[in-house]
């Protein structure tokens, strides 16, 4: 009920009154805006034109050119983390979201589940009277949570949104996207051959939603979490956008920086005597070699080539992203909305080093522990931004986007992973245009400053739950006073055990990497910078202030216990990964699935990465029997099992660099078992699983070889374990998209993860389908 019933109840109907007012929904207060958030991803201040970048984003430029410019608004460092305090206004840590959602680990801090006391700004204003919608990237939901067997209450649906249009992990191939709508799987509504790209798909769909709202109440007041793919891996874009910058970073990732900087300053972003931090800025031994930068002059004539195009491909997506935004901000305007609708225009983390010292074709293979290597990535040059490659550019260009400042993504301790861009944009409500605001804040202050520009005030009590407190405060004060001092006193950071902390103009910062496997917390060195004084964090000052690093330290650990941030992590990415959530295997060791069900999510699919497995599918086969019988993955790494003209085959493809294959004829009629039996009996050097592979029909041995297999990831794009079909991108180039099952009939497919072999297995699951 909005309020208890305040009508009157007699014996007689003619003697009673109703209270239609008890029952109908909450109305918004009387001209409260709508609000868009649009938030994309992996993008440093350094990077859109706005700030002075060479990105053109013709719709963020329009907005900033009449609304406000952030110089240092912070975030976390990583998706996942920032998107939760976008939804709850409490801290990474205290939402249980202290790393990406596939990292969960199952500690207060980790586990990836939000608490109920933390209640999501949706809730709030969707009970206080408005329509609530998330487009695009959620990176949110629990990855124990992802599978269709799951309880929804932490997917969208559950935390206040009444419409959902996206992909629920933390990245997709944006030429074939794993989608849901609500709480279901859809197949993409169009191919990429017929102009599909997700950031064209989602401003349609974000426009409907809108649309739909507004027709049948069209005073009701809207909020929209709107989500681009952009501007993570993979970067894919139109020919025509790539094409837009070719030659523009022909300069080189060094030069870039030097030329940024004086734009920034020019534009008053930064301070006047704001300096540039080393490229590579990390003590000796400090830094994974994965991290660390190429000197541009010291790369051949085809490395500089290859790292440019890189620039190029992402800086096309970026700017398509935008336009596709602009039809929304078109629509907007042309409804008359755009007035009193609240626009936040940002990104969630600074500019990916995930591409590696070489540039990535593929980034699954950062995510397996596997190194690029320029020689296959040259071979690609011309596909880069295609359904053909899985991009991401070197970390050259993460250090050039993320300028002034140190490193980039993943590092919370220095700004290149925590300050970003944002643009508020609210014409009924901001008068200044086209101004910058330098206060101090960070991406905990968004809920608040929605929720006060809105008129709601955070409840004490959301759905029978006494609330924490937020954690940030209402950035509203700066939106009419470019001189009002920051209301902001303190902000921690933490991410993958690199540490920092914000007081009243001051910073502390450990030296420390992601995965570097070191420990030694407690006697940890700290640096100091005076932000104040120094944006870019240039000036090591812990020497001449070592009474206020020792009280800086204390106060981080302080704010880390009160925020769940123990127990610190910083172990290899392998030894990292064994601590991420995995779904308990059943009792026998089996799983079974059906033809025509929901695809079944990595982290919920029988285990087959790094460890032996076996798979028998029932198959009811005729003489033209042709399709995909189990998938999982893509054509950048994944494997399939599937017929086609005649011949059963076996598909391991090894992250997209080799297509390993077994091959026989596939049996003509009848019913059968076909299957594979995959030994691992040791590792390679970069922890892939090595051992023969067996292709099976009934009991018979009938194709084996020696294979390699994956150990980390398929996919983090959520492309799934499927059966009687391979939905999204092909994971063999022998097939297009789907290949579906056709002319005979599967029957189930069982994965084995136990030890038993083979041909004990398949005794036993023939002797099951006899007494079917």
């Not at 029997?625 to 950048?636: D, E, K, L, N, P």
């Not at 018979?700 to 374990?721: C, K, M, N, P």
Request: glycine fraction near 8%.
């Amino acid at each position: 009920m909005a309020r208890p019933f305040e009508g009157t109840i007699a014996l007689d109907i003619r003697k009673s009154k109703p209270d239609w007012d008890a029952y109908l929904e909450r109305r918004a207060p009387e001209g409260a805006p709508n609000v868009l958030v649009i938030l994309y991803d992996d993008t440093g201040q350094a990077c859109w034109s706005p700030y002075g970048g060479r990105v053109e984003m013709p719709t963020l430029d329009r907005l900033a050119k009449n609304g406000l410019i952030y110089t240092q608004w912070h975030t976390t460092a990583v998706c996942s983390p920032t998107r939760s305090c976008f939804l709850t206004g409490r801290n990474h840590h205290a939402n249980g979201f202290g790393t990406i959602a596939e990292s969960a680990v199952g500690f207060p801090g980790y586990a990836g589940h939000i608490p109920l006391e933390n209640a999501t700004m949706a809730t709030i204003l969707r009970d206080a009277g408005w329509s609530t919608f998330w487009i695009g990237k959620n990176h949110n939901v629990p990855v124990d949570a992802f599978d269709m067997g799951s309880s929804k209450k932490r997917w969208p649906l559950g935390l206040g949104y009444d419409r959902f249009y996206g992909f629920i992990g933390g990245e997709t191939n944006q030429w074939y996207p794993e989608l849901i709508e609500d709480n279901h799987f859809v197949e993409q509504p169009y191919q990429p051959e017929d102009g599909y790209h997700f950031s064209r798909d989602i401003a349609d769909k974000a426009i409907t939603f809108i649309r739909d709202a507004r027709q049948s109440q069209p005073d009701k007041p809207w909020y929209m979490w709107y989500c681009p793919g952009a501007n993570h891996a993979p970067h894919h874009a139109p020919q025509e956008y790539i094409d837009k910058y070719k030659g523009k970073f022909d300069d080189g990732y060094e030069a870039y920086r030097e030329w940024v900087l004086k734009r920034m300053i020019e534009r008053g972003i930064l301070p006047a005597d704001t300096q540039l931090t080393p490229l590579n800025p990390m003590s000796a031994g400090k830094c994974p070699e994965a991290d660390l930068v190429r000197p541009w002059e010291t790369l051949s004539e085809d490395e500089k080539r290859l790292f440019c195009r890189m620039a190029e491909v992402f800086a096309g997506f970026s700017e398509y992203t935008d336009v596709q935004v602009g039809r929304l901000i078109d629509y907007l305007d042309e409804s008359g909305q755009l007035d009193n609708t609240l626009v936040l225009y940002c990104a969630d983390n600074g500019a990916s080093g995930e591409g590696s010292p070489n540039g990535s074709v593929n980034e699954n293979l950062f995510f397996n522990s596997y190194p690029d290597d320029i020689k296959r990535n040259l071979d690609m040059l011309d596909r880069l931004g295609s359904p053909d490659t899985y991009n991401h550019y070197p970390t050259g260009w993460a250090v050039a986007f993320s300028t002034p400042y140190r490193m980039f993504k993943r590092y919370s301790s220095y700004a290149g992973g925590t300050c970003d861009p944002l643009i508020i944009h609210w014409p009924k409500g901001i008068k200044a245009k086209g101004e910058a605001r330098h206060q101090y804040h960070h991406c905990v202050d968004i809920v608040p400053t929605i929720l006060d520009c809105c008129g709601v005030p955070m409840p004490e009590v959301v759905d029978g739950v006494k609330q924490s407190p937020l954690a940030g405060v209402s950035m509203r004060y700066s939106f009419d006073n470019a001189d009002a001092p920051t209301a902001k006193e303190t902000q921690y950071y933490e991410m993958l055990s690199t540490r920092g902390i914000w007081h009243e103009g001051w910073k502390a910062a450990t030296e420390h990497a992601p995965f570097v496997d070191e420990g030694g917390f407690q006697n940890e060195t700290w640096q100091l910078f005076h932000v104040d004084e120094d944006r870019s964090e240039s000036r090591d000052l812990a020497a001449q202030h070592p009474d206020k690093v020792k009280a800086l330290a204390e106060l981080w650990l302080s704010e880390a216990q009160k925020n769940n941030v123990l127990p610190l992590n910083d172990l290899g990415l392998v030894a990292f990964r064994e601590l991420e959530y995995k779904v308990r295997a059943p009792a026998t060791g089996r799983y079974v699935y059906y033809p025509g069900t929901t695809e079944v999510p990595e982290a919920s699919a029988a285990r087959t990465l790094g460890s032996s497995f076996k798979i028998l599918a029932e198959v009811e086969f005729a003489p033209d029997s042709q399709g995909v019988i189990v998938a999982q993955g893509s054509r950048f790494g994944g494997y399939t099992l599937f017929v086609k003209d005649g011949d059963l085959k076996f598909v391991f493809n090894f992250l997209g660099m080799e297509e390993q294959h077994l091959s026989t004829a596939a049996p003509t009629e009848g019913r059968h078992i076909v299957g594979v039996d995959f030994r691992r009996e040791n590792f390679g050097q970069f922890h892939e699983g090595l051992g023969p592979m067996e292709l099976y029909v009934d009991d018979q041995v009938a194709a084996e070889g020696q294979f390699r297999t994956q150990s980390g990831h398929y996919s983090l794009a959520g492309e799934g374990l499927c059966v009687g079909r391979d939905s999204g991108d092909a994971v063999s180039s022998s097939y297009k998209s789907q290949f579906p099952f056709s002319a005979g009939t599967i029957l189930k497919v069982v994965f084995d993860v136990a030890d038993d072999v083979y041909l004990d297995v398949e005794q036993r699951f023939a002797a099951a389908i006899a007494r079917d």
